[in-house]
């Protein structure tokens, strides 16, 4: 068991942030659903995610009970573990919405790649860890890109180029705390936007649509830039306070779609308004530095590199997932942390939560 002094270590401002995101996540979700469901199923979305959020704080608290620095002992056996989930994908997965990217076991539809971003963390953060002070040159990379590269395009293959995008995230994220040198970074940036054309030929039709819409939602008003218009409407409806709860017309009369997944901010922005949306983004910017601040404050540099892995993959689900219903990224299909409804989505991101919790927990020799 956890002694009080590690209890009393613990990020109570994380822990609040998060818990408030997941209540006003529940909220939303049942305002976006509970039309569309039968009357004795109103709310069962809610019920479920509400269901799964309480396993995954028994599981958090049962990972504080270990040193996070186990993680990097397993991490080989993970990585393994994650390259046979993405190939079992491609043989016994389920398809929906145009990607093969679920695998069903009973009742529930688990999708890896959402695991397999938290598993490239842990792996990612233990292989740096040994290369501490060894990233002088292109070569010293050559085996890291190779390393994220093969899950990368496992993902990819499904399609998934929302996920694919976050591993990119996390890798430059961490490469950059772990003392990449900046000219490199930015040559490496640089021979990425030179090679755009030539990424833009492996995208699948619907995925060049949805860059075509993001440019101009009207070329294909009511296909791939029906969700950007239903959005945009949805969000500048809002104003400043908002329509009320359980009153936004986009969201209840079924004009913006995925509405309690991957367009949940655009719900909140309807009903909440202006302020509401704010308040929101403030929670999420609080997360965001705790987990700087817990980067920073860890024991050591596999503490550090982890803590940099998951606040990057939060921070870019943020950025891409909100510019995305606001317009002013493509649609891509990737959850707000925390608000989306998902299982899979919402345990990954709570066991994220539960590893920082670890790291900032032990940032000083407690004895015991």
Known sequence: MLSRRLLRNLDFVAIATVSLLIVISLIMIGSATHVNTPSDERYWYVERQGIFALINIVIIFVMLNFDYRSLGKAATTLYGVNLLMLLAVMFIGQSALGA????????????PSEFSKLIMIIALADMLDKKKGQLYSFRDLIPIFLYVGIPFLLVMKQPDLGTSLVFLAILFGM????????KHLMIIFGSGLAF???????LKDYQKKRLTVFIDPNVDPLGSGYHIIQSKIAIGSGMLFGKGLFSGTQSQLNFLPENHTDFIFAVIGEELGFIGSVLILLLYFILLYRGIKIAGSARDNFGTLLATGITSMLAFHLLVNVGMTAGIMPVTGIPLPFMSYGV????????SIGILLNIYMRRQKIMF
Do not use: K, Y
């Open 344 to 351: 899979s989505a919402l345990t990954t991101n709570m066991v």
């Open 175 to 182: 490469i950059f705390v772990a003392g990449i040198r900046t």
């Open 196 to 202: 755009l054309p030539i990424f833009w030929h492996f």
């Open 100 to 111: 093969q990217r679920w695998i069903q076991i009973g009742p529930i539809s688990l999708q």
